[in-house]
C-alpha cells in the first residue's frame, strides 16, 4: 500500500478566494483526484493543502452563441454522454471515452486532463522505484534517464481530450486575482516535460469553451491494452476546413508539447507527420515502432474524416 502524507483540505465557494490559496506555497488545486491522488502516492507532488474545485460552481455544460461551453469540474462521463457534444463534437466524446476506464472517467474532469502532467516511465512511478535509479532530472535527480547526454526532460504529453480540443478550436478561461484571460488550447503548452504548462500556478481553469460551427475531426489512440493504458500515439485528425484548405493533426503522446502537422491531401498529412515526430524512449514500447505507427495512425483517422 502507498500512504498519503499528511495535507490540509479547503473547498472555497469564491473563484478569487480559491486564487489566493493556490498562490500560497505547497497548495494544489484538486478536481477528480484520479492523477493527482496517484502522483501524491508516489511522492511526485506533495501538497501540504489541497484547494478543491468541488464547491466552485465549475460543473455543466450550456450553449451559447454559437459555442459550447464545458464546465471545468465536468466529468469526462458528462462530457461524453451529453448530446450536443454527441451530434456536433463527436470527436470530444470520443477522447473522453478513451481515458482511463468508465469508472475513473466518473470521477476525472476535463479540466484536470488538461492540466494533466507529462509522462515517463521512469518517472511515473513508486518513490522507491525512482530512487532506486537515482531518481531522474523532473524531480531530485540530475540525470535524464531517456537522454542521458541531455539537458531537458522528454516527457510525452499524454492528455487524451487536447488533440481534438486543439484542431476543433476550443478555448481555455483562466481566472485569478488578477482577472479573466481567455487562450487557445493550441497556445497552453511547452515543449518541455517539466514545465509544459502556461498557466500560473494560482490561476483556475474555469470552462473550456468550444465553437460548434467546426469541421469534421478525427481521435484515435494507439494503446497496449483497450482500458486504463495511456497512449503510446494520439492523435487528432482535422479535414480542410473550406474548399481547397489544407488537412490537419495534432499528434501527441510523442513529445513533450502535442505536434500540429499540415498539409495539402490526406496521404501528405501522414507522410508529414511521419517525418515530424521523433518519439523518444519514454514509453514501454519501442520508439521507432511509435514514430511508424504516427503515420498508420494519421491515415486511419484521415480515412474516418471522410467516412
Ligand atoms: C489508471 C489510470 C489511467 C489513466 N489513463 C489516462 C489516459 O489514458 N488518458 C488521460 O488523458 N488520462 C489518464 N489518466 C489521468 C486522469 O485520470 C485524467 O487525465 C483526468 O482527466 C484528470 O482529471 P482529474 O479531475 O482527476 O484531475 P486531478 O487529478 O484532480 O488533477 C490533475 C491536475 O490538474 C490540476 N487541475 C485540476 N483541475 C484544475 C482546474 N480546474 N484548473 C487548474 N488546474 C486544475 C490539478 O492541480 C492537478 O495538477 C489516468 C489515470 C489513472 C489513475
Ligand atoms: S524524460 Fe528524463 S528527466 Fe524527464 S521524466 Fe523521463 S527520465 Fe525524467
Known amino acids: 500500500m502507498l500512504p498519503l502524507s499528511r495535507f490540509d483540505y479547503q473547498a472555497p465557494t469564491d473563484l478569487l478566494d480559491a486564487s489566493r490559496l493556490l498562490s500560497q506555497p505547497g497548495s494544489q488545486l484538486i478536481a477528480g483526484g484520479t492523477d493527482l491522488l496517484v502522483s501524491m502516492k508516489h511522492r ?7 484547494v478543491s474545485t468541488r464547491r466552485l460552481g465549475l460543473r455543466g455544460i450550456t450553449e451559447s452563441g454559437g459555442w459550447l461551453e464545458i464546465g471545468a469540474a465536468t466529468t469526462l462521463r458528462e ?19 478513451t481515458v482511463a476506464t468508465p469508472t475513473i472517467q466518473a470521477m476525472a474532469t476535463l479540466g484536470g486532463n488538461l492540466v494533466l502532467d507529462t509522462r515517463c516511465m521512469y518517472y511515473n512511478q513508486p518513490a522507491g522505484w525512482r530512487a532506486s535509479l537515482g531518481y531522474c532530472l523532473k524531480r531530485e535527480g540530475t540525470i535524464c534517464h531517456v537522454a542521458p547526454k541531455g539537458r531537458g526532460c522528454y516527457a510525452t504529453h499524454a492528455a487524451d481530450t487536447v488533440p481534438a480540443l486543439w484542431l476543433l478550436g476550443a478555448q481555455a478561461e483562466l481566472v485569478s486575482v488578477r482577472g479573466v484571460r ?6 497552453m503548452y511547452h515543449d518541455d516535460g517539466m514545465a509544459w504548462l502556461r498557466l500560473e500556478r494560482d490561476e483556475v481553469l474555469t470552462r473550456v469553451l468550444v465553437p ?4 469534421a475531426v478525427c481521435h484515435r ?3 497496449t491494452r483497450q482500458a486504463i493504458d495511456y497512449a503510446q500515439v494520439l492523435v487528432a485528425v482535422g479535414g480542410p476546413a473550406g474548399r481547397g484548405g ?10 513533450s508539447r502535442p505536434m500540429y502537422v499540415e498539409a495539402e491531401s490526406r496521404e501528405a498529412l501522414a507522410e508529414a507527420a511521419f517525418k515530424a515526430c521523433q518519439p523518444l524512449s519514454t514509453h514501454m514500447a519501442p520508439a521507432t515502432w511509435r514514430k511508424k505507427m504516427v503515420r498508420v495512425e494519421v491515415a486511419r483517422a484521415a480515412a474516418q474524416v471522410l467516412g
Open 246 to 255: 489544407p488537412w490537419s493533426a495534432v499528434i501527441s503522446s510523442v513529445s
Open 79 to 97: 462530457v461524453a454522454r451529453h448530446a450536443t457534444v454527441n451530434a456536433r463534437l463527436p470527436a470530444l466524446a470520443a477522447a473522453c471515452r
Open 182 to 187: 481567455r487562450v487557445n488550447v493550441s497556445e
Open 212 to 215: 460548434l460551427d467546426t469541421r
Open 221 to 223: 489512440k494507439l494503446r
Open 44 to 50: 511526485l507532488f506533495e501538497p501540504t493543502l489541497l
